[in-house]
T-cell receptor, first 115, second 113 residues
Framework: AQKVTQAQTEISVVEKEDVTLDCVYETRDTTYYLFWYKQPPSGELVFLIRRNSFDEQNEISGRYSWNFQKSTSSFNFTITASQVVDSAVYFCALRSGGGADGLTFGKGTHLIIQP | DGGITQSPKYLFRKEGQNVTLSCEQNLNHDAMYWYRQDPGQGLRLIYYSQIVNDFQKGDIAEGYSVSREKKESFPLTVTSAQKNPTAFYLC????????????FGPGTRLTVL
C-alpha cells in the first residue's frame, strides 16, 4: 500500500522568512512519481512540480526549491523569502504504477504567511 | 483556453436525494478522476476512467456512481446510499501517459441539508 505523510498540519511564519514543508512517502514500487500541489482559498489545486523516482536531482524554480532523497523517502519543499501570496494549503502526492492511476495524497500543510 | 470545468460551484441537496456533479475537459485527455476532500484532509480517490466506456473504483467508491460516455465528460452521481456526502469534490484529468501530471478543475462544494 502507498502512503504519504505530511506531519506539519499548520505552519505560520512572518513574511520574508524561509519555510520548509516536509513530505515522507511509502511505496513498494521502484518506479513512482511525486508531486506537490498548492490549494489557495479558492479551492482549485495548482500543480507545482513532478519528480520521477529515478531522478534525484534537486530543483529550484524562483523562490521554490525541492529536495528529493530516496534514502529517507522524503520530498521536501522550501519557499525562500516567503510572501503573503504563498499562504495556502500545500499537498504532497504519490503515484505508482501506470500513468493513469490515481494519486495518493498527504493530508496537507496549511501555510500561513503573516505580513 | 483548454481546461477542466466543474459545475455547479456550490450544490445543496436534501437528505435522500441523488445529485449529479458535472466535469468536462477540453484537453483531449484520456484519463479522468474524481476525488473527495473533507476539511483538514487530503484528497481521496472515488472513481477513475482511463478510456471511454470504462472506469474503475477508487478507495472510497461506495455510494457513488459514474459514467464515461464521451471522452470529454465524466459525471459523478452521489447517491442516497452515500452516508456522509457533504464534502468538496474535485475532478482531474491527464493524458494517461506514465510521466504525465494530473490537472484539476475548480471543484464543487456539496452540502446535504
Amino acid at each position: 500500500a502507498q502512503k504519504v505523510t505530511q506531519a506539519q498540519t499548520e505552519i505560520s511564519v512572518v513574511e520574508k522568512e524561509d519555510v520548509t514543508l516536509d513530505c515522507v512517502y511509502e511505496t513498494r514500487d521502484t518506479t513512482y512519481y511525486l508531486f506537490w500541489y498548492k490549494q489557495p482559498p479558492s479551492g482549485e489545486l495548482v500543480f507545482l512540480i513532478r519528480r520521477n523516482s529515478f531522478d534525484e536531482q534537486n530543483e529550484i524554480s524562483g523562490r521554490y526549491s525541492w529536495n528529493f532523497q530516496k534514502s529517507t523517502s522524503s520530498f521536501n519543499f522550501t519557499i525562500t523569502a516567503s510572501q503573503v501570496v504563498d499562504s495556502a494549503v500545500y499537498f504532497c502526492a504519490l503515484r505508482s504504477g501506470g500513468g493513469a492511476d490515481g494519486l495518493t495524497f498527504g493530508k496537507g500543510t496549511h501555510l500561513i504567511i503573516q505580513p | 483556453d483548454g481546461g477542466i470545468t466543474q459545475s455547479p460551484k456550490y450544490l445543496f441537496r436534501k437528505e435522500g436525494q441523488n445529485v449529479t456533479l458535472s466535469c468536462e475537459q477540453n484537453l483531449n485527455h484520456d484519463a479522468m478522476y474524481w476525488y473527495r476532500q473533507d476539511p483538514g484532509q487530503g484528497l481521496r480517490l472515488i472513481y477513475y476512467s482511463q478510456i471511454v466506456n470504462d472506469f474503475q473504483k477508487g478507495d472510497i467508491a461506495e455510494g457513488y456512481s459514474v459514467s464515461r460516455e464521451k471522452k470529454e465528460s465524466f459525471p459523478l452521481t452521489v447517491t442516497s446510499a452515500q452516508k456522509n456526502p457533504t464534502a468538496f469534490y474535485l475532478c482531474a484529468s491527464t493524458s494517461g501517459r506514465r510521466r504525465d501530471t494530473q490537472y484539476f478543475g475548480p471543484g464543487t462544494r456539496l452540502t446535504v441539508l
